[in-house]
């Protein structure tokens, strides 16, 4: 059984190091910490702080965000060839961020992205500084 400490789950860019940890463990609320902030979700929306946690951004949901349109909109693409709302490469990023995050989880270890390869691996096997760019 795993340890609460390796139920986080860790993503990595080539920049940035985001541990995601299950609300229990940080209030009521859910967020991601990174070397320079933090993203703290509400029911409303998110807030981005500094590490001074001065305000950087605020989105506020407008119901946009509804997994039901994303579905539809993908679904008429398909069949009756309706222009995407969201471009492929957007989703195909939040699509990697999350199997990032899902095989740190299975494998109890940090993962990174090999730019070069354009793949998932272990972030100990990328020559790669703790240091944000």
Request: glycine share 8%; proline share 2%.
């Amino acid at each position: 059984m795993k340890s609460e400490i390796s139920r986080r789950s860790f993503l990595s860019t080539a920049s940035t190091a985001v541990a995601v940890a299950g609300a229990t463990q940080l209030s009521a609320k859910s967020y991601g910490r990174g070397y320079r902030g933090t993203l703290e979700f509400t029911k409303t929306g998110w807030v981005a702080r500094d590490k001074d946690l001065k305000v950087l951004a605020e989105h506020t949901k407008t119901g946009g965000e509804d997994q039901n349109l994303h579905h539809t909109n993908l679904h008429n693409h398909l069949r009756n060839g309706e222009a995407l709302n969201c471009p492929i490469e957007l989703g195909m990023a939040g699509v990697v961020a999350v199997n990032m995050a899902n095989e740190s989880w299975r494998t109890s270890q940090m993962m990174g992205w090999d730019a070069a390869n354009e793949k998932m691996v272990p972030a100990n096997t990328l020559k790669m500084s703790h240091e944000p760019e």
